[in-house]
């Protein structure tokens, strides 16, 4: 008889070979197909799992191998199935082959990951503390801790159509799914924090009201702590730690236990903001894993097959290269590393019903032998997929390795993070830093970055401030970085932020430095939602959010980084409403053809650069470094033409107007409503401001 508490011996599955192909687990008649990559390893095991107990029921070999994918099917297996894998092959790290079979390994292709990971040294595939560190070899068994994958069915069709925003249409809005909603009193607070609360009406009232279009939520994948950060009782708040690409992340869940209603909770969420006419475009983080360096725990890829999902260093294979600062590179170049990160994509569009993706340090996705390439084996799969066809694909186009800034070099469908944007908007209005040439080029989308190939404007992402960095009020109220709370020092986040605290660090109840403050903040979100391209606003900037000095706050799941709703700048974002209605109705501040200024027969310039006097801007006036105000005479090919005028000094500038009669659109240097008297001869720009002004009559 068994004694209490003891585990019966799992029997042997019996499998059938199956097919090589969905990758994963999928539900086949009345039984379940899996299908493993791993180039390198001698076999490869399926365990199955009692979901209730835990406990090991059944272990069997994957009995084919087809083009370096095992395979073999279940039968009698259904949805709800528990399982991980074990692969069998050489230890040899200097040859970069890390197979354990005593570690249970995630499917990389897990759509429902179940248990709750801790940090524990039987994960790591060698014994810490040994001499010889991650060359050593650890025979402990971390089954019964080990996350594992779930079996599911697909979802059904979505329920709401796409709201397919034109791209020079675009207003992008970057938040967090948790900050945005944890303490907004209009969301029940039981799904406050969650996929279900980002989709109340409150919610979804504030963003048609703001004007965005398309909502780029940080990352949704399963994603882990790193054990730093668990050491010191913080999180990655963030997310970009990502272990399963096919999963969501239940700590965004109102019900994280279930993996099954945080599935549905999420595609829920999507199909409510198309309802709502809004987009929804994921952060995806496909350059590195929470596997971490040589020296990070084997929980899938790397126990899966090591040498061929990471990049190794070319000198010592037993070291992974990192071009991430995270410690591992997955290996885009590897065909089957290009597929997962596809069939990843093709599953978030085609069940779960999202827009598109921005791409955490994107240039790994072009990374070959020899460097960058926007002709990478990647870059072309992705153009040719029709299931991603209509995606919307953002780069942040740099990372952490040797020649990794690769701005403006993505393929011609990849909008691009301009950071040149966001420190060029700064010094100009900040410090007067810049010269009025770079930043008229900002204001055209950074024609000098993206005007060649069958690049367009709107592929410049422009942005004054991001996740990553000060937020918009921070910008103008601290002179300094306050990360002492991260846990490092002080010595994390950005160092050049060209960031200013108007004479006072921190908050401050002087009216002059509130007064010089809010101006400074109304002429960068002017700068943002006037100039050609694409903008991308900071969620919480349009009400004065601040994170109190923290430019990087990625582990800080509490009050710093959650949007304080009671607080709300009502002015403010009236402010930024009035700026994207401004937009949406002028064609001439959205243009998706590079101007030229260049005259043409019958037709008036598109751009005409004006001096303050009613000059047309010489080569002196450009470089000018006395004087920051100059003028665009913008003239789109239907509708309205505008007057663009920016004064960064710090006193009125008289602006000769062109002929005719003009009226105020905008005046940076004051909340709405603006004057709407006729203008004439000459027009007064106030300091620190952007003016645009409007006339059906001028010549």
């Known amino acids: 008889m068994r004694q209490a508490g003891s585990r019966a011996a799992p029997t042997e599955l019996q499998l059938a070979p199956g097919r090589p192909y969905p990758l994963g687990a999928t539900i086949d008649g009345d039984g379940v197909n899996f299908a493993v ?20 029921t059944g272990r069997g070999m994957l009995p084919q191998l087809t083009d370096d994918v095992w395979h073999g099917r279940l039968g009698g297996a259904g949805a709800g199935l528990v399982y991980g894998l074990r692969a069998h092959g050489p230890y ?14 995630l499917d990389p292709y897990a759509r429902e990951i179940v248990g709750s990971f801790a940090w524990r040294d039987e994960h790591f595939g060698y014994q810490r503390g040994d001499p010889e560190g991650h060359l050593s070899f650890d025979t ?8 594992k994958a779930r079996v599911c069915a697909p979802l059904p069709a979505a329920g709401a159509a796409r709201p397919n925003i034109a791209a020079a249409d675009t207003v992008l809005y970057e938040l967090h799914v948790k900050g945005y909603t944890q303490r907004h009193r209009g969301v029940p607070d039981a799904l406050r924090g969650t996929y279900a609360g980002l989709a109340q009406a409150a919610i979804i009232d504030h963003l048609r009201r703001l004007g965005v279009t398309t909502l780029s939520l940080l990352p949704v994948h399963y994603s882990i702590d790193e054990e730093r950060l668990g050491g010191l009782g913080l999180t990655n708040y963030w997310g970009y730690n990502t272990l399963g690409f096919f999963a969501c992340d239940p700590r965004l869940s109102s019900t994280p236990a279930d993996p099954a209603a945080t599935r549905a909770e999420f595609r829920a969420m999507v199909d409510r903001l198309h309802e709502a006419g809004l987009e929804v475009v994921l952060d995806v983080v496909y350059n590195h894993t929470a596997e971490a360096g040589e020296d990070g725990p084997t929980l899938s890829m790397r126990g899966l097959d090591h040498a061929r999902y990471y990049r190794l260093a070319a000198g010592d294979r037993a070291q992974t290269e990192n071009l991430t600062g995270c410690g591992n590179t997955l290996n885009c170049a590897e065909p089957q590393v290009a ?10 569009v085609g069940e779960m019903g999202v827009d598109g993706f921005r791409f955490d340090l994107g240039a790994v996705l072009g990374r070959g032998s020899q460097g960058f390439d926007a002709q990478a084996p990647f870059f072309v799969a992705l153009h040719q997929d029709p299931v991603l066809a209509g995606a919307k694909l953002i780069a942040e186009p740099w990372d952490a390795g040797p020649h990794g800034y690769q701005l403006g070099r993505f393929p011609g469908r990849f909008l691009e993070w301009n950071d040149v944007f966001r420190d060029s908007a700064r010094l100009f209005w900040l410090s007067r830093g810049v010269s009025n040439g770079e930043f008229a080029r900002r204001l055209t989308a950074s024609n000098d970055r993206f005007h060649h190939g069958t690049r367009r404007p709107h592929a410049s992402v422009n942005f004054v401030t991001a996740h990553d960095g000060f937020t918009l009020t921070d910008v103008v109220s601290y002179a300094h970085r306050h990360n002492a709370a991260n846990g490092e020092l002080n010595r994390d986040g950005h160092q050049a932020n060209f960031n200013i605290n108007c004479g006072v660090e921190g908050p401050s109840g002087d009216p002059s430095v509130i007064a010089v403050r809010d101006r400074l903040r109304r002429a960068l979100l002017a700068t943002l939602f006037c100039a050609q391209g694409t903008p991308m606003l900071l969620a919480g900037d349009e009400i004065g959010r601040t994170q109190h000095g923290n430019n990087n706050a990625y ?20 402010y930024v409403v009035a700026l994207a209605r401004l937009r949406r109705r002028h064609a001439a501040l959205r243009q998706d053809h590079w101007l030229s200024g260049h005259p043409h027969p019958g037709v008036r310039r598109d751009v005409v650069w004006r001096a303050p006097d009613g000059r047309e801007m010489a080569v002196e006036d450009w470089n000018h470094g006395a004087h920051h105000c100059f003028g665009a005479w913008l003239t789109p090919a239907a509708g309205s033409p505008l007057l663009l005028l920016v004064n960064a000094d710090a006193a009125a500038v008289p602006f000769a107007l062109p002929p005719g009669s003009w009226h105020v659109e905008l005046d940076s240097s004051c909340p709405p409503p603006w004057r709407e008297a006729a203008l ?13 002004l409007v006339s059906a009559t001028a010549t």
Do not use: I
């Open 339 to 348: 597929r997962l990160m596809l069939d990843s994509m093709r599953y978030w």
């Open 92 to 105: 040899r790290p200097s040859e970069g082959l890390r197979f354990n079979p005593n570690k249970l390994l």
């Open 555 to 574: 582990c800080q799941d509490n009050e710093t980084s959650w949007l304080n709703w009671d607080l709300a700048d009502a002015a403010l974002q009236d």
């Open 37 to 56: 990559f791993s180039a390198h390893a001698t076999a490869l095991e399926l365990c199955v799992f009692d979901p209730a107990t835990g406990a090991c």
């Open 140 to 147: 402990r068994d971390n089954a019964d801790t080990a996350l």
């Open 680 to 692: 004439y001869d000459t027009f007064e720009v106030p300091e620190r401001a952007l003016v645009v």
